[in-house]
């Protein structure tokens, strides 16, 4: 696919997951959750983001197998303004639990093997060992669709 002009931007934190990159927003606020960091409210903020963001962005079909390739998401900056704003809650949520972030742009993420109106999916051209993960995090897969099936109040009820 053509890269044109176009600039991507990626909302991600400075440690490097399982794929070799650096972890985006949301999986980072899900490390946090998973280790029980986040309090009920934020767990329910972070559950009301992102389900806003799967029903309005379309779901890159090399998520359906668990992402094998190992794939990552950027944002288009020309089309995607308005979502990054919608991203400043997780990135709030970070910065409480001392979690440094940052905004990386690039006009060459990757090969481009995924696009709609306001993302591309990238396989990066370079891969690193996973980093030191922040203090309680572990690392691991990541749930397709909504997770509040997961959260302390889905649990609570069984």
């Known amino acids: 696919m053509e890269r044109g002009d176009e ?15 650096e972890v985006g927003v949301f999986v980072a606020v899900d490390h946090l959750r998973r280790a029980d960091r986040l309090t009920d409210d934020e767990e329910q ?10 029903a309005a962005l379309p779901n890159p079909a090399f998520y359906d197998d668990g992402n094998t390739i190992g794939a990552v998401t950027w944002f288009k900056a020309s089309t995607s303004g ?19 972030w940052v905004a990386t742009e690039s006009g060459d993420p990757g090969t481009i093997i995924y696009e709609d109106e306001y993302q591309v999916g990238v396989v990066p051209y370079v891969r690193h060992e996973v980093s030191p993960m922040p203090a309680d995090v572990q690392l691991g897969p990541t749930t397709a669709g909504s997770k509040r099936h997961l959260g302390r109040a889905s649990t609570d009820e069984d």
């Open 82 to 100: 308005a979502m990054l704003e919608r991203l400043a809650p997780l990135c709030d949520l970070l910065d409480r639990y001392d979690v440094e």
């Open 7 to 21: 600039s991507y931007v990626r909302l991600q934190v400075t440690y490097r997951g399982r794929l070799g990159v």
């Open 45 to 54: 903020l972070y559950f009301d983001v992102d389900d806003w963001f799967k």
